[in-house]
């Protein structure tokens, strides 16, 4: 983490240190909750305005850490916390690694690109996990299949139509993020430049 920089959509280490056989690692404090409470909580789907706002704000963050060539791989709503001044910041790091140093880590299997099952993961395996994210926030799921068949089906038969027509264009963006082919998937920087584009054409 100290060696990437400062992001406004990426939670800022402070410092670490070793007392006692432990490791301790001051981090920014986000006072919002995460984003696995908001859905929670949820009765109704979210406005179009949300989902764009954070959609977009966790992809920022997704892209400067890719920047780094650093791979998050649990990217999940309990670790995308809510801020007041910036809306949403990526944290949990305790998987994150460089592309070219990694050894069949993985997260949470919810949320996970299939390719890693073959022991294969790229940055844009990330961008599976937020695909999957968004289309969890635009179909207000509290949850999504952790294995069996559904896990199965949800990457290989992933088709929805968004419950707002508002919401349409942005669906087709999330079907190119979740494509099980890697190389077909959208990268966070193209998957952000399609959502912000979609986003200019909403109507307050």
Known sequence: MSSIKAHRNVIS????????GYFYIVMELCQGGNLAKVLESLDCPMSTRRVFSLASGFLAGLEHI???KFMHLDLKPDNLFLCDEVGIKIGDFGLCIREDEWEDQEGDRRYL????????????????????????????L??????GNDWHL???NFSFS????????????????IKM????????SDALARILSWGSTLTL
């Open 113 to 140: 690109a299939p390719e890693i099952l073959n022991s294969q993961a790229t940055c844009k395996s990330d961008v599976f996990s937020a695909g999957l994210i968004i289309f969890q926030m635009l179909k207000n």
């Open 181 to 188: 082919d890697p190389e077909r998937r959208l990268s966070s």
């Open 162 to 177: 968004a419950s707002d027509p508002g919401q349409d264009g942005l669906a087709q963006i999330v079907g190119e993020m």
């Open 66 to 68: 890719h920047g780094y």
């Open 13 to 20: 280490y402070e410092r670490a240190w070793q007392d006692g």
């Open 142 to 147: 509290k949850d999504l299949p952790g294995n």
């Open 154 to 156: 949800l990457r290989q």
